[in-house]
């Protein structure tokens, strides 16, 4: 069974970067596509962007200009890099497995929460 | 980018009810729906690709249909454990987009 699970700061001051890091365990690394998805408090889902194995990415052209989404295929890990934080970036971050004939995602992390706040 | 909208936001049910749930979106999407289930403080959980497929594991009192623009989802029978958010999501085009979600509370 493929398990997914985010790690990284729960607070970062605006302006700051968020960083977070999502390790995979149980399954092929390779021939996926690993995203990112988060849900700010309240709200509804919000897709960030992904990753292929290969690393080509893809991301929302809404957050494209302050995001960075990276591969470490030798840690079976992929990375996501958010720029010039603000409180509206305050979310509960996911990291999803892409399936790799649609754009599904049918494993997820179980979720971090961040903060953005001094 | 396709905008999702999900009705109703909020939906009041008893075990044993008959739900449906909809979900529209701005422009066609052929059948490129998902529908997930997340429960208080879980990660969502696939249910429904491709509008009307069910995943492996998922109850078939769970169905979807539609396409185009319009969407449902039903659930055919209410057990306590599909107490749960309901969201939509459509992968017909970048960057994909989810409805707000729809809670489904027990009466």
Known sequence: ?118 | DIQMTQSPSTLSASVGDRVTITCRASQSISSWLAWYQQEPGRAPKLLINKASSLESGVPSRFSGSGSGTEFTLTISSLQPDDFATYHCQQYKSYPYTFGQGTKLEIK
């Open chain 1, 1 to 118: 069974q493929v398990q997914l699970q985010e790690s990284g700061p729960g607070l970062v001051k605006p302006s700051e970067t968020l960083s977070l890091t999502c390790t995979v365990s149980g399954g092929s690394f390779s021939s996926y596509y690993w995203g990112w998805i988060r849900q700010p408090p309240g709200k509804g889902l919000e897709w960030i962007g992904y990753i292929y194995y290969s690393g080509s990415t893809n991301y929302n052209p809404s957050l494209q200009s302050r995001v960075t989404i990276s591969l470490d295929t030798s840690k079976n890990q992929f990375s996501l890099r958010l720029s010039s934080v603000t409180a509206a970036d305050t979310a509960v971050y996911y990291c999803a497995r892409r399936i790799p004939v649609a754009g599904i995602f049918d494993f997820w992390g179980q979720g971090t929460l961040v903060t953005v706040s001094s």
